[in-house]
């Protein structure tokens, strides 16, 4: 009874997406409302996904070069203001100290929306000759946007995040470390999230303030919904003249620096729960989850079923594995049902008549599979049914992508296809950001990305119907 | 010449100990002040010893159950003034926020000068039951307090740290787990960063703002300045019953938890610089160097010199050590000389020579000494190295803190010491705040601990020679 009544708090996903979604936050223990408007409280179940995100990311931008540091968090208003396209697009949305200590400040300092200027501030003393170049840094910290209405990990006030920040001598090798760092993200959501991405650049109504191109990688949730998953900046030498970032090339002249910046967020927690989640909770991609695998003794007083779990656990994380025990007085079910809740990958049964023939029970947290596993083979076992469900995982997520993209080739077909059919919509565009503001205003769909691979679905824009520049990706989003 | 040149910008150690120490933190790029008075930059260097001292004590912190979290970087003053002598120690000293986005704030916001009040929001929401308890959660974040004077990783008006906070059924068990924190802390520092530490409970007038008693580790510099260098904190019931953080126990009676809290922050960075460093810049223990070994080629133009540093280095790395090859243009000097500042604690050099007789050369950071490695030997002899380099570097500053603590009997004693012998000056206390405010008053000494292993030097207090309660570690601080 009281492990139905666990899941049955649940609204089921099919039902009413939106309060699934909260339910599972909630249910999961991930995160927390605190007292305070649009900020939210990390809960260990929640952080410790962010904790491996950082660890695999973190280790991959290493590999590229990238070395970390951190800058303050308090950004001056005149420093903000330099670059005119950017002081625009963040000064509404900040959070403004006025007062440090007891007294009131000369001038006022926002809390980092993002850190652009600071880093340009750095690289102005730092960077004298092309002998300093590149700078790849990179920094995990917290940023404050002021948002009026706000979702856990997909959009609150304050968010967790990383920050790239690069600059280079030329403008290849800017483009270059762009789609570098595009790339790596696309592919650390593919291989270790199970989420695959759709490439591409964004419009310059879509863009970031104060690029020359963003990129993006857009994913699609369970619902039909995208959500923007990660973003690559090009800033050209815009950035760079604006904050006298300049150096002196071989040939002793002094140029500007061209200069990149990239980020993900905690976002990436709200894609792993609506990509893969169910009715049951929370679905954890087996390379990413805290826990891989929760032992579950079964008649747990009788003799020698703990030591049992026990030597399971002791066996599997000496394999390297991640693993608990639940040996509290719960019942079974609702251990079952508390552990699926969390996502935990697999399940390992293990009881009297288990232990007499030398055996125990997998179960497959994304299908319920169950697999009998010899107790001398278990390591081997576990290790080939994680793979198998990871690859598993992003196959079906791979599936309902590529079944959730559909052509429109003329506008009454787009905003059928908007009305009925959640998902991509691909639709050739004129390239004039007034088709892009009337589908948003007649459908609420915006324009995703330009794919990188681009077809020619059709020769007119989908809205306007004047000669056409560029395949798009459209979706409601988050 | 460019390299004695390097090192010659460094002032000397025993000449300016304070000058040293700003020479040491800019030319071993380890931080940078940022356009923000008292803000800092932690470049890679700088940085990249923090993530270390993350690393080692996070395993730490989750071997003894701790689970990471995230809060919210801003409380609501009304939240902050909930705590009468909390909101009196911090108030003065923090940043407030009161405007987000175009828009007044109706309730000013403090950005966290530490999180007990966001974590008792948080504990009186989730604990209910005894079940519920302990509850063991520690964040990574920065800090903000608005300092006036400000020092490089000694004190800044941002700082990194971790903050841990607990809240336990019982007295005892809160009283545990703030001195097994303490402990952790002290382990860490000696094993580690090869500093030692003494360890006692601060007098009233020292401990923390709403805090039942306070415990610190206490290391001393070069300079025979003392370094608060991490704090636990017991806060009894205080907080509990100011915020309502209570709990039904095993008789079903309502009851506040036990709290305790406990951090350290990039202090420790200070630390090893001025424990560790010399007149050629830093000395990192192997244990907690970035970088571990550095390969420097001789005359690497020759044929076969490069391609030797990259088969030594790939063969270090495999057997895990960090390793790094200086195949830069510039001269070995050089090299040595940068290399040297940065403090890492083997360099290995390789030329013709060497490749001729199978073997290279490591050189230690610490005392310079030389070893001759057989190229298959080398992971062998690097590991047993750094291991020696380890342990003397930790014998050395436990020498140097032992020769430096002084009894005083009286109060011409300890005003003699304190003039004319830095370090730490052992004198009894009768307990009384007028002569810890005397002492300082006269000699700028300050009381560090009450140290756990106290004895009986004399019967009288050192200021007022009345009867003494308790032995005193006295000494200036940073």
């Known amino acids: 009874m009281a492990d139905k009544k666990l899941v049955e708090e649940i609204t089921s996903r099919d039902v009413d997406f939106t309060q699934w979604y909260t339910d599972v936050v909630r249910k999961a223990e991930l995160m927390e409302y605190s007292s305070i408007k649009g900020f939210m409280i990390y809960k260990p179940n929640g952080y410790a996904i962010w904790e491996n995100i950082q660890k695999e990311l973190d280790a991959r931008f290493k590999e590229t070069g990238v070395q970390n540091v951190y800058m303050p968090m308090l950004i ?258 609702w251990k079952f049902a508390e552990e699926e809740m969390r996502g935990v990958p697999l399940r390992i049964e293990v009881g009297p008549k288990d232990i007499e023939n030398g055996q125990c029970v997998l179960v497959r947290r994304d299908n319920r599979e169950k697999v009998i596993a010899k107790i001398d083979e278990v390591v081997a076992k576990v290790g080939e049914t994680l793979e198998n469900e990871q690859n598993d995982m992003l196959a079906r997520a791979k599936e309902h992508l590529n079944s959730h993209i559909y052509d429109a080739h003329n506008y009454e077909e787009f905003k059928e296809i908007v009305e009925n059919k959640p998902g991509f919509i691909r639709g050739m565009w004129c390239g004039d950001v007034a088709c892009e503001n009337k589908i948003k205003e007649d459908t609420t769909a915006t324009s995703r990305c330009m794919p990188f691979e681009q077809e020619k679905i059709s020769d007119v824009c989908v809205c306007c119907g004047k000669p056409a520049k560029k395949l798009v990706f459209w979706g409601k989003a988050y």
Chains 1, 2 share one sequence.
């Open 76 to 333: 001056p208003e005149s420093l903000l203001d330099k670059e005119k396209d950017h002081v625009e697009g963040f000064a509404p949305e900040v959070a403004w100290v006025t007062q440090g200590g007891l007294n009131e400040l000369p001038e006022r300092l926002c809390v980092r929306p993002t850190s652009e200027t600071l880093f340009c501030d750095l690289y102005k003393n730092i960077v004298q000759s092309h002998r300093d170049l590149p700078k790849l840094y990179n920094q995990w910290c917290s940023v404050v946007r002021w948002e009026k209405t706000t979702r856990p990990f997909l959009r609150s006030s304050e968010f967790l995040w990383q920050e790239g920040h690069t600059v280079h001598a030329t403008a290849e090798e800017a483009e270059e470390r762009t789609i570098q760092m595009l790339n790596l993200y696309a592919d650390f959501c593919e291989n270790v999230l199970a989420i695959p991405m759709v490439k591409g650049r964004k419009t310059d109504k879509e863009k970031f303030a104060g690029a020359v191109a963003t990129y993006t990688i857009e994913a699609l949730m369970h619902d039909g919904k995208a959500l923007q998953s990660g973003t690559s900046h090009n800033f050209g030498d815009g950035f760079a003249k604006a904050f006298g970032v300049q150096y002196t090339d071989k040939e002793n002249k002094l140029t500007p620096v061209h200069q990149t910046s990239w980020g993900v967020s905690t976002r990436l927690i709200g894609a792993l729960i609506m990509v893969h989640g169910d009715d049951s909770g929370l679905v954890l991609p087996p390379r990413i989850a805290p826990v891989q695998v929760t032992i579950v003794p079964i008649q747990q007083h009788k003799d020698g079923v703990l030591d049992q779990a026990y030597a399971l656990r002791d066996t599997l994380k000496q394999a390297g594995f991640s693993v608990t025990v639940d040996d509290s007085d719960k019942r079974p079910g």
